[in-house]
């Protein structure tokens, strides 16, 4: 409980991901109707397919790989930015990411997608903006935060070109720049204390 009263939204988030997933492969119907789907946005103005993809997995490994990564990195940026700033954050990144999706997809109308990997992105690098330098493991190999947004964001943009991509790389662009966005937008201070630190860290004044 004492948890849950420190970090209401990082675990609201993840029991209302696992639910609607849950709800969705037992009804494929829901799933199909609130998926990301550029025909149904586009032709049919389903705009609420923004939002409700991000609650949707195509399966318990996707479930459980974003639930992870929000799990370790939304308590913090619920710690710094408190409650309401972090939902802030958290939506703004999956608007975000499925907007750049149906921006890059606009012409492809049987496009779809699904999961909450463009708010998680966010969330991550949101995190990177305060502890750029902390060391991640990612797959095993150490490197600092700074690096790994820098990867990230570049890897995905080179991914999202391919033609037999099967991950939203496109969302995954989207929810992480929305996420800096936002968290710069509610807490104009990350910017400073990134500064500090980039310079600190290379022996600046």
Known sequence: MESFSQFPATLT?????????LYGWLKPTFLMGNLFHVAAIREDREWHRLITAGFLHGGVFHLLINMFVLFQFGWFIEQVLGTPGFVFVYFAALLGGNVWALMENFRTPDYRALGASGATSG??????LFQPFLMLFVFFIPMPAVVFAILFIAISA????????????EAHIGGAIAGLLA??????????????????YLGGS
């Open 183 to 200: 968290t710069i937008i509610i807490a104009p201070r990350a910017l400073s204390e990134f500064g500090a630190q980039v310079s600190a």
């Open 13 to 21: 988030l993840i029991a209302a991901n696992v639910l609607v997933s």
């Open 123 to 128: 969330i991550v690098l949101s995190f990177c």
């Open 158 to 169: 080179f991914l999202a070109q391919r033609e037999d991509k099967v991950i939203g790389h």
